[in-house]
C-alpha cells in the first residue's frame, strides 16, 4: 500500500465515490481517487495546516504519481 499525505487546500471535492484533488499551478489538473481503492484516510491538523492522510492500492499510485508530482513541494509528501 503506498501511504501519502496531501493538504486539505488541495482537495477539490469528496463524493461517496472518490476524492478528487486538484494540482496546483495554473490550469491544475483534477486527480480523482476512488475510495473503493483507498484502505485508510483520516484528516489530521498539526502546526503547518490540515492534512489528509491517504493509504491507496499500490497499482493506483503508479498511475496517478505523475499528477500528484505537479502538487507544490509542500503540500504532498510522501509517506514510508
Known amino acids: 500500500m503506498a501511504k501519502f ?4 487546500k ?3 471535492q469528496e463524493t461517496e465515490k472518490a476524492i478528487v484533488i486538484l494540482t496546483s499551478g495554473y490550469g491544475g489538473e483534477f486527480v480523482p481517487i476512488p475510495k473503493s481503492q ?3 484516510s483520516k484528516t489530521v491538523k498539526d502546526d503547518l495546516g490540515d492534512w489528509l492522510y491517504l493509504e491507496v492500492k499500490d497499482w493506483l499510485y503508479d498511475k496517478i504519481k ?3 508530482s505537479k502538487i507544490s513541494a509542500g503540500d504532498f509528501i510522501i509517506l514510508t
Open 5 to 8: 499525505k496531501v493538504k486539505t
Open 10 to 12: 488541495r482537495v477539490y
Open 38 to 40: 483507498i484502505s485508510a
Open 66 to 68: 505523475g499528477d500528484l
